[in-house]
Structure formats: structure tokens, C-alpha cells
């Protein structure tokens, strides 16, 4: 199998897709033959069945991805320092831990592009993040009034929370102990050792 150079169109729904994609960022059919890929997610809901996210204005701190600017916390010039997310990831098989890096308002969870430059705070092809189906912008995790809150940042592969789907767009706390899954990638938010 040679490596694809070129974007190629999704055979399903047609979007081009940046190369080397297992999946198709628009509707998630798997865009070619990899060995060793696990199967895909069984979904009980699909994109159409879920409740529909009505459209909001950025978060705070957020610069639009529609102008390929990457995700940012905005600390103020004066006054008290917003809160930050803190804790850890740790993969429940490895035991690796993944540190939130600190002072963050906002931290992006995803897996790292070097040939598109696009670095998230959490990068989690380490753990075999691509063939895990974890999308290169896969969740967002918040702190707003003394919680960390989650949101799934309309990934291909769905991000879980204690096996619940998270439908895009929408925030949900999380809690020490809480089970996160990014795409077949499952991690547990903990505090840090």
C-alpha cells in the first residue's frame, strides 16, 4: 500500500481529506485499508440522530479555527488570574500520564501534525492516537467556576465520558475518576501523583 500524498476525496461523502487520514473528518467512513486498525465505535447515535447544538459565539479565550488560528487561553491584564484546568490524564492499560499543562484556562486535547504544524496541548499520538481514531482537534477541557468541564469539539470519532456519548458542542463536567475516551483511546482524568 503506498502512502497517500495528495488530498484525496472521501468515497462516501466526497471532503477532502488531509493525507494519511484513517477516517474522513466529515462523516467518519474509514478512508482506506490499515492493518491492525481496530474496528470502528459502535454508535448508538449517529450525527443525525443527535439533538442538534445551537450555534453559539466562541468561548472566551478562544480564537476561531476558521481562520486557522489554534485554540488559546486570553488571561487578562488585570485583576484576579482566571481559573485553570488542572489534573492529569493516565491511560488506564500503560499507566502513562498525560500533565495538563499549567495555567491554562482552556487546554486542547488531539494529536500533533507536524507536516500542518498544529501542536495541541495534550498530544496523544504517542499513544497511537491516529490509529486510536483521536482527531487532530478532538475535545476541549474548560475550567469555569471551580470545575473542569469537557467538550467534545465535533470529532470524527466522538469523545465519551464515562461511556456516555458527548455530543459536540456540548460541555459536561469532570470529575477525579472520570473515564474520558477519544475515539478507542481511553484515558482516566485524575489528579496529578
Known sequence: MSARTDPSPCPACGTLNLP???FCQQCGVVLGPVSGQPPPLPRALG???????????????????????????IVPESGPAPETVTGC??????????LIPSGQVQVLIGRADAAEEF???????????????????????T????????????STNFTFINHQVLPPGQRKAVRAGD????????LIFD???
Open 47 to 73: 450525527r443525525s440522530e443527535l439533538a442538534p447544538v445551537p450555534e453559539r459565539p466562541p468561548l472566551p479565550g478562544v480564537v476561531s479555527e476558521a481562520v486557522g488560528q489554534p485554540l488559546e487561553a
Open 89 to 98: 490524564l493516565r491511560s488506564r492499560d500503560s499507566g502513562k500520564w498525560f
Open 20 to 22: 494519511g487520514e484513517i
Open 191 to 193: 489528579v496529578c501523583p
Open 143 to 154: 475550567a469555569q467556576t471551580g470545575q473542569v468541564f469537557i467538550e467534545d469539539l465535533n
Open 179 to 186: 473515564v474520558l475516551q477519544f475515539g478507542h483511546l481511553m
Open 119 to 141: 501542536f495541541p496541548d495534550i498530544d496523544l499520538e504517542p499513544m497511537h492516537g491516529e490509529q486510536m481514531g483521536v482527531s487532530r482537534r478532538h475535545a476541549l477541557l
